[in-house]
């Protein structure tokens, strides 16, 4: 028996609780942050006559939505420098370049950053070169990155002021990265994937401030998509620590599972002290993750093939097949769930070997297993990666967003191969979404929509890309709240409206399983609530 009145009474609205216990409902309480009853809005105003009330005004409320992989402190740093994301020409990057960099008033000598810029959705297909960056700003060090973050374009000036561009000029691409060239041999200034260190390791060290900054400017905008939790692909010590102190502070408006960055002094750190669950569920940290390949659009992907468009070409390996398995067996030994990105074929295959092969030799469990990406399967391997228990944490704005060009990498046989979302939950896959921002935008209703329509957000193609893979609403609600739980562990805490569970929800201005699909990207996230506290609220809401 209830021993006092719940602090909240939400009614009147239209609740989908992704739990098949009762699917649906019109009310919801909540006492001491956790969810109390769920039910029909008359009984519940009955049986709670003196609780805290608010109208919905027939609203439709849903889980927080949790992002199944995301970098939350990159988001916040790409959130304060240039947006390069939808530029159609490397004209139209330097115009937004010049915009930002005197809308900032950036000092002499500063660094101009920019991120999201991708080649492959310019009208004129051609590649980035330097010497475009250079007659824009010959003297301030221009560094840009790629929208899958695996490829960097650097000018001259940022060149010379990090590796050099003579010694640039000279040397050999390192392991698992690539130094574009011109038909001359020199460089044009993209690096790709491990190559990108030739200018991150000397790039200027953001301060403490200015994390911060930015990790607060994460936060914001993840409250304001709806967003209650995230799992955090690829976390330091470092990172860790600022969160911490954020929690601390009550600062921290996000239920975070954190991976442990691979191998290194984070992964010795939580192998030898075990894993770590902070207060309030705020922070948890029992997963590392690794790195088995690069990016299609850079042609770092490892394909089982060559290349369509680049023959000889079958990308690269940022591990050999026995370190992987190396890596997989040492973190399964220390308890870890094990993430490994995976993008080509033959990629994805050798996480699967490695996944069984551990499965087989250590003593440990392999705990729930996750393919992060499994962006390009051969059908035989649908099968094993269901078989093997794992998780498919794939993004659904990838298959929007690369449409354009994927044909050309892949070629029409292998087309069937990638970003096979339907084929995989068909197969028994157990599927969890994310955007991998700040690839793409961290906007679970944008990513929704492109999971049910297979459209970009102009809404084409008009039946869709590939439309055999879309995915049922119901699908991909679940894939972004109760999957996503379940990837992370956190099923019985988080990912439905269940009486007992943390009471995590979502209010929005349109019904996502009902609404046109046309109207799906006009729902706005009217109020987000983590743990029964709104995070996120707009004008019109009574969140006090």
């Not at 402190?73 to 790409?78: E, K, P, R």
Request: net charge negative.
């Amino acid at each position: 028996m209830d021993v006092s009145p719940p602090d909240l009474l939400l009614h009147n609205a239209r609740i989908y609780t992704v739990d098949d216990a009762r699917p649906t409902a019109t009310a919801l309480t909540v006492r001491d942050g956790q969810f109390v009853a769920v039910g029909a809005t008359e009984d519940l105003l009955q049986q709670y006559p003196s609780s805290r009330r608010i109208d919905a005004e027939g609203r439709t409320v849903v889980p927080g939505f949790i992002d199944a992989h995301a970098h939350l402190q990159a988001l916040g740093h790409s959130l304060r420098r240039a947006d390069l994301s939808g530029t159609t020409s490397a004209s139209e990057v330097v115009d937004r370049l010049g915009a930002f960099a005197e809308d900032r008033d950036l000092p002499e000598g500063a660094w101009l950053r920019g991120h999201g810029w991708n080649e492959a959705k310019w009208t004129d297909r051609k590649p980035p070169t330097r010497a475009l960056l250079d007659a824009a700003f010959p003297r301030r060090p221009v560094w840009l990155t790629r929208a899958d973050i695996h490829a960097g374009w650097a000018n001259t000036a940022a060149l010379e002021a990090t590796i050099g561009l003579d010694r640039l000029g000279t040397m050999s691409a390192p392991d698992g990265g690539a130094i574009r060239r011109t038909p001359e041999g020199r460089p044009t200034g993209v690096l790709v994937d491990s190559a990108m260190a030739l200018v991150e390791d000397s790039l200027p060290t953001p301060t403490d401030t200015q994390r911060e900054r930015a990790l607060s400017t994460a936060l914001h905008h993840t409250a304001s998509h709806g967003l209650t939790g995230l799992h955090d692909a690829g976390v330091g010590l470092d990172t860790m620590h600022r969160f911490r102190r954020f929690i601390d502070d009550d600062h921290f408006p996000l239920r975070v599972y954190a991976m442990i960055d691979g191998r290194g002094a984070t992964f010795d750190h939580f192998c030898e002290r075990g894993p770590y669950h902070g207060p309030n569920d705020r922070l948890r940290v029992e997963a590392v993750k690794f790195f088995a390949d690069g990016a299609l659009g850079s042609r770092g992907a490892a394909l089982l093939d060559e290349y369509a468009d680049a023959p000889s070409n079958r990308g690269f390996l940022l591990q050999s097949p026995e370190e992987l398995q190396h890596n997989v067996r040492a973190a399964v030994d220390c308890g870890f769930q094990v993430c490994t990105h995976a993008i080509g074929d033959r990629a994805n295959r050798l996480v699967l070997d490695a996944y069984a092969a551990a499965m087989e030799a250590s003593e440990a469990p392999l705990r729930r297993p996750r393919l992060e990406h499994a962006q390009i399967l051969h059908p035989d391997d649908r099968a094993r990666l269901a078989g093997l228990d794992a998780i498919a944490s794939v993004q659904p704005l990838f298959a929007t967003s690369d449409k354009g060009w994927v044909a050309d990498r892949l070629g029409p046989q292998r087309l069937p191969r990638a970003y096979a979302w339907r084929s995989l939950q068909d197969a028994g896959a157990r599927l969890a979404f994310g955007s991998d921002a700040p690839v793409e935008p961290i906007d679970p209703i944008r990513g929704l929509h492109a999971a049910v329509t297979r459209q970009d957000a102009a809404g084409q193609p008009p039946d869709g890309w590939r439309p055999e893979e879309c995915v049922s609403r119901e699908a991909a609600l679940h894939a972004y709240t109760q999957g996503a739980a379940h990837a992370a562990f956190q099923e019985d805490r988080v990912g439905s409206i269940t009486p007992g569970k943390l009471a995590d929800f979502v209010v929005l201005s349109h019904d996502l399983l009902q609404v046109p699909a046309a109207d799906l990207l006009d729902t706005e996230v009217v109020a987000t609530y983590l743990g029964g506290h709104p995070t996120h609220a707009t004008s019109d809401w009574p969140a006090g």
